[in-house]
């Protein structure tokens, strides 16, 4: 009886576990994106990063798990490592939006690269961005082009503590 | 009671010392290398000819290693150096030289480098050179990087990014970390300003 009763609810954790996702708002929905920017390049500068960001509304972990856009021949997730005394740029696989709370992508750490771009760019424009979240589910935003000497103003840099 | 006072002592020796470890560690750009970098006079190519160190002289001059190919680190350091610069009164800049330095000599040209250092402020100079007398500059001044092979063919230049001041008589003065605000890269130029 009590073996039936534990595999019943074996069964219910997992059906719920395999389940219950589909049925609850997708991650894109539940994501709130705010503050997006994309660094204007200086001249013979071929790349340049896109930052924002995540706020997860919901009680469930999300991840940024890809992105894409026009302005650029290759798009990746990015962070930077401080390592031996080197700042090292590093793909990853995805960026962490943890329930209930914010992952900024910011100068020094998260970012969205892109690489090639396919026209320098210029303040004012602005870049269309498609993120992708790890159910699959989507966002397109806008973001505009900013001078990077306006943005450091205005937004608190990733200092470093080194070792 | 008596033993609890020289615990006491003890464990703030204990502090003073690893505090002490602690601020060399900080100060000490790489770790790989034994003592504080000496720095020293060079001779690297901008696109108007060479540049050495010692045409400088009697200027302090700020010194930056980095690459164009950079997205982020780079333009964000040489953004603020340039609002530091422009912080300044015109008198003081004209007794300030910026240099920035590519790691990536493979791609950045000497004409590379002065179209990009232009935009961040109109006086910085970029020089490049070949690979081994670029090492030889880096290696002097305690600057680290290494080749990142990209699965995409292309490649990315892991690099140390401090920022050198050196006095007016061409000596390293102080190493400022990455990220030190435009606020402290002028106070740090302005204090080397008023050093004969
Ligand atoms: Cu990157």
Redesign the interface.
Known sequence: MLSKFASLACACALFSTAYAPAALASAASSIRISHPYV?A?????????AFLVLKNTSAHDHALVSASSPAAE?VQLHT?LH???????R?VKQIPIKAHSKTMLK??GF?I???HLRKPLKPGEQVPLTLTFEDGSHQKISAPVVK??DT?KSMP????R?? | MKITRWISAALAVILLIAGGFYWLSMNHPSPNSAGAPQGGDFTLQSADGPRSLHDFRGKVVLLYFGYTFCPDICPTTLTLIGQALSSLSPAQQAQIQGIFVTVDPARDTAQKMKAYVRYFYPGLIGLTGNPQEIAAVARRYGVVYRKHKEKSGGYLIDHSAFIYLIGRHGKLRRTLPHGAPAAAIAAALRQLLQQP
């Open positions: 660094t390049v200086a001249p013979g500068q071929t790349n340049s990063a290759i930077h390592v031996n005394g080197m700042m090292e740029m793909q100068h020094g970012h690269m892109l690489i990077l000497s450091l840099m990733k200092m470093d080194h070792h």
